[in-house]
């Protein structure tokens, strides 16, 4: 069983995951338009333009957003959130920090 402690860190934990898949991907891109890795949606797969700039765009982002989360996740020692909020916070967060990548980086899409 998962322990509830574990569950708790999980913005920390997802913050330093991301940071390092983002160093990852900025120092390996995927060349070439491909369905295994990557960031992959119809809109960064039409060209290779857009393949190449939504590689290197969320891949920035996403390390920017991994050190974010990780530091709001100190926050937690400060505010004495009962158990139950701070798993719905963290979740908050966590949904929140992927959908903005995505809205983000879409509408940079559009606009190349």
């Known amino acids: 069983m998962i322990s509830l402690d574990y569950i708790l860190e999980m913005p920390a934990l997802v913050g330093v995951i991301f940071i390092i898949i983002g160093i990852i991907m900025l120092i390996f891109p995927p060349k070439k338009i491909n369905m295994l890795y990557g960031y992959r949606t119809n809109r960064s797969m039409q060209n290779q333009k857009k393949w190449d700039f939504s590689q290197k765009y969320s891949a920035k982002l996403l390390a920017l957003i991994g050190v974010a989360l990780t530091c709001i996740s100190t926050l937690n020692i400060f505010l004495n959130l009962e ?18 990548l995505i809205v983000k980086t879409e509408n940079k899409l559009k606009k190349l």
């Open 83 to 100: 158990e139950v909020a701070e798993m719905v916070v963290s979740a908050i967060l966590i949904i929140s920090s992927i959908l903005f």
